[in-house]
Structure formats: structure tokens, C-alpha cells
């Protein structure tokens, strides 16, 4: 009883992925770049239903990043059209698995269909339970912070606030995700080691994992072995093990 219990606290609460390689596993196939997004589309589904099952319950996913839009032309609208189908297709699979959904990044910038939609599918899940599913699209890390600063930014200027309140929690209520935990565990797939402007400040203390494997191919196995090296970590968030150790 005890051991299960252990084996429970080490599941992370939030994890976050960013999920690169669609593009290098197609080329491998001598397939077009889109192709890659699709099976990457059917691997996200895949990782959905995994980290759902696994007990995590806030997953965020890094799908299209503000520099994203730089790349070619005809590679950009085949994403959108790809969010646009996957929300179309999924939206009431998730619903049915108590999976909230949620849009993170400046959705602006979308076409008035994909914001539609958008907007149709979180409506559809927003009193979902299990598991809380964050997509990440047009999205920054930098974006986010300057937005949370440009709020306090204004209730400072209109009074609503003075220079004396403005602090971590106050700068944290305007990010995205402010109401869930910062993640835990940050996983890239693909092999490069950055964070590509994902969640800066959310990412403070995340435990890093990074793998060679692109996201087509990053199968349950591989999840798993993500989340059995998180487990094996020792958080110490600046303290000593010793001071760890004495305290359990
Ligand atoms: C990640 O795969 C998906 C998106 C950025 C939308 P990539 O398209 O970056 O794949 P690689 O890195 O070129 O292989
Ligand atoms: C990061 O992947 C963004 C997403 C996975 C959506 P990129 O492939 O765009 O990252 P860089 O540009 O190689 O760092
Ligand atoms: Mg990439």
C-alpha cells in the first residue's frame, strides 16, 4: 500500500511537451513535410489518451510556435488546416474521455473558421474533470510574459494597483495557465535541447527530458520511459539532499 502510494506521488501533475521531428521523420520516408504533421496529429492523440491514463492531469503541448509563421508559405496552411480538421475530428472524443481542452498564444492571428472552432471546442469540454489538455499555438514564452507585465502595466497606471503589490503572484495571475501548476516534467522529442520560446517563466523548475526520438515515432514505451525518469529525480528546488533526506 504504501509503495503504490509512493509510485502515485511521483507521477507528474503537469507535463509539457514540445513535439518536434514531424518534419525530419518524413523526410526520412522521402515523404513530404506534411505528412509528418499528420502522423504527428495521430501520435498526439496517442499521447493524450497515454498521459490521461497515466494519472498526469494538466498536459500541455506545444503545437505551433510564434516563429512558426516564418516558415514557408504552403507548410503554415497546412498546419492551420490540420488544427482546424484534428479540433473537427477529436473535439468530441476528448469530450467523451472527460478531457478539458484549451487554447494557449495569441489566437488572433487564426482564421475566423479555426477561431470559431476554437472556441466551440473548449465551450464543449470547459466543465471536464480528468484531465486538462493545454494547446499551445501561436504561442511564446515571451509573448506571455510581456502580456502579464503589459496588465500590470495598466492597473498601475489606473490606480488599481500600487508599485508595492506588484509581485510574483500578482506578475503570475496574468500569465497563461495561471490556474494550473507549473509543469513538472518538460519533454522534447526530435534531439534539438532548447525550449524554442515555449513556457519560460513556467518552466523554472520543470525536470528537463530530452530525446533523439521524433514525435511520430514516440511511442507509449518511450512515454513511459519518460515518466520513469522523472520519477527517479530529486526535486530540491535549491536545497540539499541531506535536507531532503532528513525530511521524509
Ligand atoms: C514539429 O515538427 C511540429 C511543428 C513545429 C509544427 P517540425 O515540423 O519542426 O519537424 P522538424 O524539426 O522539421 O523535423
Ligand atoms: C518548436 O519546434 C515548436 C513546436 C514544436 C510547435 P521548432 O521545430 O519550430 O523549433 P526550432 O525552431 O527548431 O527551435
Ligand atoms: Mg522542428
Redesign the pocket.
Known sequence: MVMKLKAKASIPQHVCI??????????NRKMP?AY??RK?VENTRQAIEYFANAGVRHLTL????SE?WD?PQD?VSI?MDLFLQSLEKYSTELHQNNIRIRFIGDREAFSNALKKQIQKSELLTVDNQLMTLNVAANYGGQWDILRAVKSIAKKLVNNKLNLEQVNQSELESGLSLSDSPDPDLFIRT?G?QRISNFLLWQLAYSELYFTEV??PDFSKLEMQQALDTYAQRQRRYGKTTDQLNAEC
Open positions: 514540445v513535439m518536434d521531428g514531424n518534419g525530419r521523420w518524413a523526410k513535410r509528418g504533421h504527428g506545444f503545437a505551433f510556435s512558426n516558415r507548410e498546419l526530435g534539438e521524433l514525435w
